[in-house]
């Protein structure tokens, strides 16, 4: 069974509202967690890497106050993307690494369309 | 710049036969890989990795090949089963820290019966 969960698994949203997305761990704990974009037929994105307890780490060409990440326990980061734009619309993924270990393979989430019109 | 790549968007392969994916990379950095799998609408699973220190790693059907001095890695499935149809993501992180991984575009497997 899933060990990280992602939702929603789908959002259709209107320009200029925000949309949060979860990602919640199961069965273990995870000080970090990743959060990732997929255009089509493209590979996965890093945009950021949630940190329990302190701030996100955004890659760069990242925009921190459009993504906002939230770290909120243990279990669950959420990502999310403020007043919203067609551009906006993609495939957001979020992981875990196994266990909670950096050096673990991750665990990756069903993810997200979000979709913005 | 792509530091990894997968040059095949998709292969097509007979039930039973061999299935090889490749990936390449150009970052001299990279000394952990992970081979990732992806069904439609669901997130990508791990498959198999293989550290720099080891230029082979097999699991089950799954092999996965590391050339180092031509920044190469191939996934060997055999015998492919349709059940393997999936897309193939290649990855590759320095120091272990999967969390950092630099993934390739992906492979689309299509296996025949």
């Known amino acids: 069974g899933a060990v990280v969960s992602q939702h929603p698994s789908w959002v259709i949203c209107k320009s200029g509202t925000s949309v949060k997305i979860e990602c919640r761990s199961l069965?273990?704990?995870?000080?970090?967690m990743f959060w990732y974009r997929q255009f089509p037929k493209q590979s996965l994105m890093l945009m950021a890497t949630?940190?329990?307890?302190?701030?996100?780490?955004?890659e760069q060409g990242v925009e921190k106050d459009k993504f906002l990440i939230n770290h909120a326990s243990l279990t669950l980061s959420t990502l999310t993307v403020t007043s919203a734009h067609p551009e906006d619309s993609s495939f957001y993924i979020c992981?875990?690494?196994?266990?909670?270990?950096?050096?673990?393979?991750?665990?990756f989430g069903n993810g997200t369309r979000l979709t913005v019109t | 710049d792509q530091q990894v790549k997968q040059n095949s968007p998709s292969l097509s392969v007979q039930e039973g036969r061999i299935s090889i994916l490749n990936c390449d990379y150009t970052?001299?950095?990279?000394?952990?890989f992970l081979w990732y799998k992806k069904y439609p609408a669901e997130g990508p699973t791990f498959l198999i990795s293989?550290?720099?220190?080891?230029d082979k790693n097999e699991d089950g059907r799954f092999t996965v090949f590391l050339n180092k001095s031509a920044k190469h890695l191939s996934l060997h499935i055999v015998p492919s089963q349709p059940g393997d149809s999936a897309v193939y993501f290649c990855?590759?992180?320095?120091?272990?820290?999967?969390?950092?991984?630099?993934f390739g575009d992906g492979t689309t497997l299509t296996v025949k019966p």
């Open positions: 990855a590759a992180s320095a120091g272990t820290n999967a969390g950092k991984s630099t």
């Open positions: 992981s875990a690494p196994e266990g909670g270990r950096n050096n673990s393979p991750l665990h």
């Open positions: 949630s940190n329990e307890g302190s701030k996100a780490t955004y």
């Open positions: 069965d273990f704990q995870a000080t970090t």
């Open positions: 293989i550290s720099s220190i080891k």
């Open positions: 970052n001299s950095m990279f000394d952990y």
